[in-house]
């Protein structure tokens, strides 16, 4: 069983810089890839970003492709999300999010942190 727990986020202009981070406990922390959604006010939850497992690939959705980071350490089992140029419509709960395999998939994620607000402001 593995949990996550997520810290960051917050209140940010357009244009600002947040970093969202996630720490992992219990099961392999190298066994699982590693993922970020969202999810809109009124909308459904879409992918953000991905890292593999060995942290060797990373994939990420059209809208932050160039201003989103993600990252992993492994000594303090922690998943990033550095989040740069931020939009208004950047606004959603963001969730990380832990599977066994590399995918953009939310169904394919097993194990999710319990969410955290990211609120842009024009």
């Known amino acids: 069983q593995v949990t996550l727990v997520q810290s960051g986020g917050g209140l940010a202009q357009a244009g600002d810089s947040l970093r969202l981070s996630c720490v992992a406990s219990?099961?392999?922390?190298?066994?699982?890839?590693m993922g970020w959604f969202r999810r809109a006010p009124g909308k459904e939850r879409l992918f953000v970003a991905a890292?593999?497992?060995?942290?060797?690939?990373?994939y990420y959705a059209d809208a932050v492709k160039g201003r989103f980071t993600i990252s992993r350490g492994y000594a303090q089992n922690t998943v990033h999300l550095q989040m740069n140029s931020l939009k208004p419509e950047d606004t959603a709960v963001y969730y990380c999010?832990?599977?066994?395999?590399?995918?953009?998939?939310?169904?394919?994620?097993?194990?999710w942190g319990q969410g955290t607000q990211v609120t842009v402001s024009s």
């Open positions: 999010a832990a599977t066994d395999r590399f995918s953009t998939t939310a169904g394919t994620y097993d194990y």
């Open positions: 890292i593999s497992n060995s942290g060797d690939m990373t």
């Open positions: 219990g099961g392999t922390f190298s066994d699982h890839s």
